[in-house]
């Protein structure tokens, strides 16, 4: 484990819990003394969210990694949230099944860390969100309270299921120290299909018609030039004509079922006079790994953004993305995800651009994107998920708050009534 440093402050203390109780009596202390506490998994996702108002102590949940009840007939298994999640997936790989979930960085990440951050990913399109797919949660509230919600079996259950609002929350509401997930036999079979397109509008069209019955796919990302130069060059691959957009569909399911579906989609891009490429099981897994961790971290003066609208108001967010960058000169390179509304972009600025030049253009940013989807600035976020550390701090990490702010704010005060969880780390 490292010193659990944290936007360059080390705590004073790093407390690793050998149990769920461990945790509960770490939490209790440290309401008492007022203590700051960052849950700490891997540390893969801390890079998320406002640095918090104080870091006193670490919270590292690295012991807490043990699958706690699997019966793989029931498809139905409950893990400790310090497991990792490509360990987690690899237990149940060896019983023919799988948990469809593929968030950036997932190999490394922690499942407690993933859940707080809500982080997804291509697969969301076909299989869900996380939310789709846990049935209950354990959690250690911040002054040391261990409650339970949900159930161990696939069942509907009346009342609202409140482990659901620690999805997203990045630790302030609680702890997450154990969740219960259904999951599903293995898919035997999966392909991906490139199709290269000229202009980002003939892609968005293509991706619609990919989604057109009886396709359904698992994945559909629509990658703009600069992004497809990018990933190629993560495969040591050279595109001849750099000015390419590109879409990436995946199909999963039975050999027949995937089969299907590749002929049509082929059938319906030669048609249409598109370039279209069919990937081998190798690759398939390569590119779209290569897609989401490219997506996830800053390199050099990049500032990455998550944008989220409603599915139709995509094509939207390239626009004004295109539109922006122009306008301030710089390049942008963005994943989209049609069907679902959710865009990642990587923003590059000069090495020398002043911060009150990148707090302005997101600011313009997130006016452009609503203005063109007529709603409120609320209904559509931009949230910056990564920055380079001399501008992180000149920018609104989060933009206008969610409608749901006030709930949120009335549960921190009774879960964490002295405010030790994460403080300032999100909009609490």
């Known amino acids: 484990m490292n010193d659990c440093s944290l936007y360059g402050?080390?705590?004073?203390?790093?407390?690793t819990p050998g149990d769920i109780d461990a945790v509960a009596a770490t939490l209790r202390q440290a309401t008492t003394e007022r203590l700051g506490v960052v849950p700490w998994g891997k540390?893969?996702?801390?890079?998320?969210?406002?640095?918090?108002?104080?870091?006193?102590l670490a919270l590292c949940l690295s012991h807490l990694d043990h699958i706690v009840e699997y019966n793989p007939a029931d498809l139905v298994v409950t893990v400790e949230a310090g497991m990792t999640?490509?360990?987690?997936?690899?237990?149940?790989?060896?019983?023919?099944?799988?948990?469809?979930?593929?968030?950036?960085?997932?190999?490394?990440?922690s499942i407690g860390s993933l859940l707080a951050t809500a982080a997804s990913g291509p697969l969301c399109l076909g299989f869900g969100t996380p939310r789709d797919w846990i049935l209950g949660m354990r959690v250690v509230l911040g002054d040391g309270r261990l409650v339970k919600s949900g159930a161990k079996v696939v069942k509907n259950v009346a009342g609202y299921d409140t482990h659901k609002l620690h999805l997203g929350a990045l630790g302030t509401l609680g702890v997450i120290v154990e969740?219960?997930?259904?999951?599903?036999?293995?898919?035997?079979?999966?392909?991906?299909?490139?199709l290269a397109f000229n202009t980002i509008q003939e892609a968005l069209a293509a991706a619609g018609q990919l989604r057109v019955a009886p396709l359904s796919p698992a994945s559909l990302i629509v990658l703009n030039n600069i992004m497809t130069i990018q990933i190629a060059a993560l495969?040591?691959?050279?595109?001849?004509?750099?000015?390419?957009?590109?879409?990436?569909?995946?199909?999963?399911?039975?050999?027949?079922?995937?089969g299907r579906q590749v002929r049509e989609a082929v059938q319906r891009a030669t048609e249409a006079g598109m370039y279209c490429m069919e990937l081998s099981?190798?690759?398939?897994?390569?590119?779209?790994?290569?897609?989401?961790?490219?997506?996830?971290?800053?390199?050099?003066?990049?500032?990455?953004?998550?944008?989220?609208?409603?599915?139709?108001?995509?094509?939207?967010?390239?626009?004004?993305?295109?539109?922006?960058?122009?306008?301030?000169?710089?390049?942008?390179?963005?994943?989209?995800?049609?069907?679902?509304?959710?865009?990642?972009?990587?923003?590059?600025?000069?090495?020398?651009v002043a911060p009150s030049?990148?707090?302005?253009?997101?600011?313009?940013?997130?006016?452009?994107?609503?203005?063109?989807?007529?709603?409120?600035?609320?209904?559509?976020?931009?949230?910056?998920?990564?920055?380079?550390?001399?501008?992180?701090?000149?920018?609104?990490?989060?933009?206008?708050?969610?409608?749901?702010m006030r709930l949120m704010q009335q549960l921190k005060a009774q879960w964490d009534p002295a405010g030790v969880l994460n403080p300032g780390r999100y909009l609490l």
Do not use: M
């Not at 004509?241 to 027949?256: C, K, S």
């Open 179 to 194: 969740a219960t997930f259904k999951v599903t036999p293995l898919a035997p079979c999966s392909t991906t299909l490139l």
């Open 357 to 404: 030049v990148v707090s302005s253009a997101l600011t313009a940013l997130r006016a452009a994107i609503a203005t063109a989807v007529g709603k409120a600035p609320a209904d559509a976020y931009v949230v910056v998920e990564d920055a380079p550390p001399n501008i992180r701090s000149h920018l609104d990490i989060w933009g206008p708050a969610p409608e749901t």
């Open 235 to 258: 495969h040591n691959r050279q595109i001849d004509n750099p000015d390419l957009f590109v879409v990436a569909v995946r199909f999963i399911g039975v050999q027949a079922a995937v």
């Open 281 to 352: 099981d190798e690759h398939d897994h390569l590119i779209w790994q290569s897609l989401v961790d490219n997506t996830a971290r800053s390199p050099d003066g990049t500032l990455v953004l998550r944008i989220g609208v409603k599915p139709r108001y995509i094509g939207h967010v390239a626009a004004c993305l295109e539109q922006i960058a122009r306008q301030y000169e710089t390049s942008c390179a963005y994943a989209l995800y049609a069907g679902v509304g959710l865009a990642c972009v990587l923003w590059r600025f000069p090495a020398d």
């Open 9 to 15: 402050t080390t705590p004073q203390s790093i407390v």
């Open 85 to 109: 999640l490509d360990s987690f997936q690899q237990i149940l790989v060896a019983h023919e099944q799988w948990l469809p979930w593929d968030p950036p960085q997932g190999s490394q990440s």
């Open 43 to 56: 540390g893969t996702r801390q890079h998320l969210g406002n640095p918090p108002n104080r870091y006193d």
